[in-house]
């Protein structure tokens, strides 16, 4: 499964998700990107799309990208908090939904 971290998600969190194929938006080159032309490159090379940012599913129609989102809600985005969602992540990740976010954590 290929997963694509947010920019805004720590990059030290990618380590953690075991044999997952993880790559970063700054890794792809795609640092600035807005959301909708973000999730559409996303899209075309990865199935899962994994964020903190809470606000992207009011600011996209979902439904039209072929991508499982993943939202991670911790107590804050720091590394060590998200690190505690991975089980979570990891147990939801084969059932996550193409175009619908996903919640993970509180």
Known sequence: MKVLLDECVDSRLAPHLGALHVRTVAERGWGGITNGKLLALAAAEFDVFITVDRNLSFQQHLPKFD??????????????DLVELVPDLLAILPRAAKGAVTRVGL
């Open 67 to 80: 991508i499982a989102v993943l939202l991670m809600i911790a107590k804050t985005n720091r590394v060590n």
